[in-house]
């Protein structure tokens, strides 16, 4: 199982950026997939979940500004991210609860993709 994270990049303040990731190697079902981030010399936080059916919750400090989104025919997920703030300005990663066989749902994360906002 692969996830590949695209969408990142450089941005100037107020503006958007769409990432994606998709999800390889897995026919079986995929349960919550997320979005983290990890500012420079910080912990990786949570920024965005949204379940197998749809249900989302976010991170405060994003909420209104950001929309995850998944589209499950092509096992991806996507994070709009709008009104960029200099704050937002991180490595985002996502990460999915895949059905193993034997074993369960189990998490995987993709390689991260670079966002910075310039103030």
């Known amino acids: 199982v692969q996830l590949q994270a695209s969408g990142g990049g450089l941005v100037q303040a107020g503006g958007s950026l769409r990432l994606s990731c998709a999800v390889s190697?897995?026919?079986?079902?995929?349960?919550?997939m997320r979005w983290y981030r990890q500012a420079p010399g910080k912990q990786r936080d949570l920024v965005a979940v949204?379940?197998?059916?749809?249900?989302?919750n976010y991170r405060d400090s994003v909420k209104g500004r950001f929309t995850i989104s998944r589209d499950n025919a092509e096992n991806t997920v996507y994070l709009q991210m709008n009104s960029l703030k200099p704050e937002d300005t991180a490595v985002y990663y996502c990460?999915?609860?895949?059905?193993?066989?034997?074993?369960?749902?189990?998490?995987?994360w993709g390689q991260g993709t670079l966002v910075t906002v310039s103030s």
């Open positions: 949204i379940t197998s059916g749809g249900s989302t």
């Open positions: 190697g897995s026919s079986f079902s995929i349960n919550a």
């Open positions: 990460n999915a609860d895949v059905w193993v066989p034997t074993i369960g749902f189990r998490a995987y």
